[in-house]
C-alpha cells in the first residue's frame, strides 16, 4: 500500500536538500509560486489526455504530453493561476496545504 509515496518522498527530500530556497512545492510551501522559483506540482495526466491527440506516443508518453500542453496552453490563456489558487471554502485551504492538492482540479 501506497509504494509510490513511501518511494517518493525520499526524492522530495532530496530535491528539497539539493535545490533548497529555489524549489517550490506546491501547494506545501505555499499557494503563490514566488518568481525565480522552480515549482513542483501534482498532476492527473487522465484530466486531460482525452483532449489532445495521440499521435503514435505510448500511454504514458501521453499522459506527459498533455501535462506538458496543458500546463503551456493555460499558462498561454493566463489562466494558470486561476488553478494555482483554486476555489475553496476558506478552512479547506490549510487542509490541502498540508495534504496536498492536484494541480488542475477546480
Same mark, same amino acid.
Do not use: C, N
Given at each position: 500500500? =501506497?509504494?509510490?509515496?513511501?518511494?517518493g518522498?525520499?526524492? +522530495?527530500? #532530496? +530535491?528539497?536538500?539539493?535545490? %533548497?530556497?529555489?524549489?517550490?512545492?506546491?501547494?506545501f /510551501? %505555499?499557494?503563490?509560486? &514566488?518568481? %525565480?522559483?522552480?515549482?513542483?506540482?501534482? @498532476? #492527473?495526466?487522465?484530466?486531460?489526455?482525452?483532449?489532445? &491527440?495521440? /499521435?503514435?506516443?505510448?500511454?504514458?508518453?501521453?499522459?506527459? #504530453?498533455?501535462?506538458? =500542453?496543458?500546463?503551456?496552453?493555460?499558462?498561454? /490563456?493566463?489562466? +494558470?493561476? /486561476?488553478?494555482?489558487?483554486? @476555489?475553496? +471554502?476558506p478552512?479547506? #485551504? &490549510?487542509?490541502?496545504? @498540508?495534504? %496536498?492538492?492536484?494541480?488542475?482540479?477546480?
Amino acid at each position: 500500500m =501506497a509504494k509510490s509515496t513511501h518511494a517518493g518522498i525520499p526524492w +522530495l527530500r #532530496y +530535491l528539497r536538500l539539493r535545490l %533548497g530556497e529555489r524549489i517550490h512545492f506546491w501547494p506545501f /510551501d %505555499g499557494w503563490e509560486i &514566488p518568481m %525565480g522559483k522552480s515549482a513542483l506540482v501534482e @498532476v #492527473y495526466p487522465s484530466l486531460w489526455s482525452k483532449g489532445f &491527440p495521440r /499521435d503514435d506516443r505510448t500511454p504514458d508518453q501521453q499522459d506527459a #504530453y498533455a501535462a506538458a =500542453a496543458w500546463l503551456r496552453q493555460t499558462d498561454l /490563456d493566463d489562466r +494558470l493561476d /486561476d488553478f494555482l489558487k483554486p @476555489v475553496m +471554502l476558506p478552512g479547506e #485551504y &490549510p487542509v490541502a496545504q @498540508v495534504e %496536498g492538492w492536484i494541480l488542475g482540479v477546480a
